[in-house]
């Protein structure tokens, strides 16, 4: 039996952040309690250099144990001793890394065909088409006919006010 005299010692308690592992980078960040996974993922792929693989997904990973995933909305939790919480990167859905051990590689999936909201990197390409410069040939032209008829109306207008004052 415990002494009634003696007060429990103290549960430590646990830290007011969250330390997820970048795999791309190889750092830990740190967040909040209550920060959801998207943000925490946003912030991941913002500090991440060109070249290194982009997180997709938040997991809680323990060697020996399925990894629980944390969706967009779903708010980072410490899940307790051994438990570890990763980013899923690009290169683990294409050759199926997990845990340090190779798995069942995933079949890439093609854009769209997927719930998952994906970041994407995209590079505008100048497009320069038939079409594109029909439309500014076009539009040149259509100035100089509309600024030939504005001309010829006000050389003419003297007349057409004769014209009118003689009829009236």
């Given at each position: 039996m415990a002494e009634e005299g003696k007060p429990a010692p103290p549960q430590p308690s646990p830290p007011p952040y969250f330390e997820v592992n970048c795999k791309s980078s190889g750092k830990t960040r740190r967040f909040a309690v209550g920060t959801d996974a998207e943000f925490a993922v946003l912030l991941i792929n913002r500090k991440l250099n060109a070249g290194n693989p982009l997180a997709l997904h938040i997991e809680a990973v323990k060697k020996g144990e399925e990894p629980i995933a944390f969706g967009p909305k779903s708010v980072l939790v410490d899940y307790g001793d051994g438990w570890k919480l990763q980013t899923f990167t690009e290169a683990d859905l294409i050759f199926g890394i997990r845990n340090g051990e190779d798995v069942r590689p995933?079949?890439?999936?093609?854009?769209?065909?997927?719930?998952?909201?994906?970041?994407?990197?995209?590079?505008?390409?100048?497009?320069?088409?038939?079409?594109?410069?029909?439309?500014?040939?076009?539009?040149?032209?259509?100035?100089?006919?509309?600024?030939?008829?504005?001309?010829?109306?006000?050389?003419?207008?003297?007349?057409?006010?004769?014209?009118?004052?003689?009829?009236?």
């Open positions: 995933i079949p890439m999936r093609t854009p769209g065909s997927s719930d998952i909201p994906r970041p994407e990197r995209r590079v505008s390409k100048p497009v320069i088409s038939f079409l594109y410069i029909f439309k500014i040939v076009f539009a040149f032209v259509l100035m100089f006919v509309l600024g030939a008829i504005f001309t010829l109306a006000l050389d003419n207008l003297p007349i057409l006010i004769t014209f009118v004052k003689s009829v009236i």
